[in-house]
């Protein structure tokens, strides 16, 4: 598979309805062997997360459960769920590895959909067997897109604004939080920032806030949380759009030999409010 990812990154969207041909036996492998690879399951900070594949006939899996995804989804042929625990490193990494898996789904011309919360946890419950501390925080489901993209679809993208993303001067800043990033200031990181920008986000509020060093050789990733955005299920969803935000990022960085390593560490930046989190940094050597 040679196809670029930075070109995959800039043409994968969301995909609500499906096609009636059933997924292939070889596409059914390969997802099966992504989702049981240890480096697909393991990232930056060594929290495990667990992806199951559940292949479904008019949404009804082979034991007989109906899972509910409130209408938003059409015909899928397949879901891969999502477990992890529930605190922000595991939801931040499992979101990174999560996200590697669309990407590869959309390799193989599949359609795929972060779903956060308009899916019934229950019904995903009954399918699948989660140990105490651990729950699903999202799902996608699978499948081929249906060539004809319906007005459904587009209506969708419409109200949750997927096409309109924000510009460089409102997420992404130079040594502070007062100074905005010029893309002619980005240097090798341009490509990387703008795919971190074209990522998928919960409700496309793209809550990333990235920070060049004036080094130009570390990049700080922050959030700006949407206050009471996911209070009702549970579990900070905004903190999956910072995981994607870093598989986005460092696919670009792989693709470009861009060398570098995720970091924690005190960046003595301060933030305009407490709105705002520290969530990891990109150093190159």
């Not at 997420?171 to 893309?183: I, S």
Request: charged share 25%; with cysteine.
């Amino acid at each position: 598979m040679n196809q670029s990812m930075i070109e995959t990154m800039k043409r994968r969207q969301s995909i609500r309805t499906y096609d009636n041909q059933p997924i292939s036996e070889q596409h059914i492998r390969l997802l099966q062997e992504f989702i049981s690879s240890e480096s697909h399951l393991v990232g930056p900070f060594g929290r495990k997360g667990k992806m199951e594949l559940i292949q479904v006939t008019n949404n009804v899996t082979d034991k007989g459960i109906k899972l509910g995804t409130y209408g938003f989804i059409k015909n899928p042929k397949a879901y891969v769920v999502g477990i992890c625990e529930n605190d922000k490193y595991s939801l931040v990494e499992f979101a990174y590895n999560f996200h590697k898996l669309v990407l590869f789904a959309t390799q193989l011309g599949m359609g795929t959909c972060w779903m956060g919360g308009t899916f019934s946890r229950n019904s995903f419950e009954e399918e699948i067997t989660l140990r105490k501390v651990e729950f699903i925080p999202c799902v996608t489901p699978v499948g081929y897109p249906k060539e004809k993209q319906r007005i459904f679809d587009k209506a969708v993208r419409y109200v949750v604004k997927a096409d309109n993303k924000k510009k460089w001067d409102k997420l992404f800043y130079e040594q502070t939080f007062e100074k905005t990033l010029e893309k002619t200031r980005a240097g090798d990181y341009e490509t990387p920032i703008e795919m971190v920008r074209l990522g998928p986000s919960a409700s496309n509020k793209q809550p990333w806030r990235l920070v060049l060093s004036e080094s130009g050789k570390v990049c700080h990733f922050f959030i700006e949380h949407t206050p009471n955005y996911s209070s009702s299920l549970g579990y900070d969803m905004q903190l999956l759009d910072m995981g994607i935000a870093m598989c986005q990022f460092e696919t670009a960085c792989k693709e470009l030999n861009l060398e570098g390593h995720w970091v924690i560490e005190d960046t003595l930046i301060d933030m305009p409010n407490g709105n705002f989190e520290y969530i990891v940094s990109w150093k190159s050597p």
